[in-house]
């Protein structure tokens, strides 16, 4: 026999020595693994083992793990139905907004609603019920509140036409300035105009007067001349 046969045929021996060993250990400990546990007192340093309590760890994690697996399905179904209906609210969110900025047409303009509650079986967390838009928010001037883009339109235009206002406001005012300055103007010249014309009217009454004076004159020479011409026809003894 060589060396190497020699080697193996004692390594086999000592392997089968140890098996032997480790069987007899484990005959002898045996009987303590299916003994049911003990409810007593163990003492200190001690930690007896059977199979009972591991039978009994083991039921309990599979029922553990059957209660965990049947929860976490309903919990899962939970999550993708509140998952859909998150998704159907973020749409009427978006629907909302929408809205906010300008207004919903088939209502007219109408920009924000007074959204109801859901009720408890719909909702147990008091959601607001988007969907219903039944009671419209109204403004100050009580008719139906528009939406923001609206409001900020109709908001621009009134500064636009208020800015144009004032701007005519300011050239109204320079021509009523001006306007004011020629009526001031035309005024003391028709006062000035006032006093020629008193003054050619008391000129032409004089002048009627002298007028009239000066034919009464006439008359009054041409008269005393013809009767001078008479006396000296008669002085002269001419017929």
């Given at each position: 026999?060589?060396?190497?046969?020699?080697?193996?045929?004692?390594?086999n021996?000592i392997?089968g020595i140890g098996?032997a060993?480790?069987g007899?250990v484990?005959y002898?400990?045996r009987?303590?693994?299916f003994t049911p546990p003990t409810?007593g007192?163990?003492?200190?340093?001690?930690a007896p083992?059977?199979?009972?309590?591991?039978?009994?760890e083991?039921d309990?994690?599979g029922?553990?793990?059957t209660?965990?697996s049947?929860?976490w399905?309903?919990?899962?179904?939970?999550l993708?139905?509140a998952?859909t209906?998150r998704d159907e609210r973020?749409?009427l969110i978006?629907?909302?907004?929408a809205?906010?900025r300008?207004?919903?047409?088939a209502?007219?303009?109408?920009a924000f609603?007074?959204l109801?509650?859901?009720?408890?079986?719909?909702?147990p967390?008091?959601?607001?019920?988007?969907?219903?838009?039944?009671?419209?928010v109204?403004?100050?001037?009580?008719?139906?509140l528009?939406?923001?883009?609206t409001?900020?339109a109709?908001?621009?235009a009134?500064?636009?036409?208020?800015?144009?206002?004032?701007?005519?406001?300011?050239m109204?005012r320079a021509?009523?300035?001006?306007l004011?300055?020629q009526?001031?103007?035309t005024?003391?010249?028709?006062?000035?105009?006032?006093?020629i014309r008193?003054n050619?009217?008391?000129?032409?009454?004089?002048l009627?007067?002298?007028?009239?004076?000066?034919?009464l004159?006439?008359?009054?020479?041409?008269?005393?001349?013809?009767?001078?011409?008479?006396r000296l026809?008669?002085?002269?003894?001419?017929?």
């Open positions: 026999m060589t060396f190497i046969g020699k080697l193996l045929v004692f390594i021996l392997v098996f060993v480790f007899t484990v002898s400990e009987p303590t693994w409810d007192i163990v003492e200190k340093g001690q083992m059977s199979f009972a309590p591991l039978q009994a083991i309990a994690s029922k553990s793990a209660a965990a049947r929860a399905g309903v919990n899962w179904r939970a993708k139905a998952e209906r973020r749409a978006a629907g909302l907004l809205d906010a300008t207004g919903d047409k209502r007219g303009g109408a609603f007074d109801p509650e859901e009720s408890r079986e719909e909702s967390k008091k959601l607001l019920a988007l969907s219903i838009r039944d009671v419209i109204k403004g100050p001037d009580g008719r139906d528009q939406g923001s883009e409001l900020q109709r908001l621009d009134a500064i636009k036409g208020s800015i144009e206002m004032a701007e005519k406001s300011y109204h021509m009523i300035k001006s004011t300055t009526i001031g103007i005024e003391i010249r028709v006062l000035k105009q006032t006093d008193n050619l009217t008391i000129e032409a009454a004089n009627a007067d002298l007028e009239v004076n000066v034919a004159d006439r008359d009054t020479t041409r008269k005393r001349l013809d009767q001078l011409i008479e026809k008669q002085l002269s003894g001419k017929p």
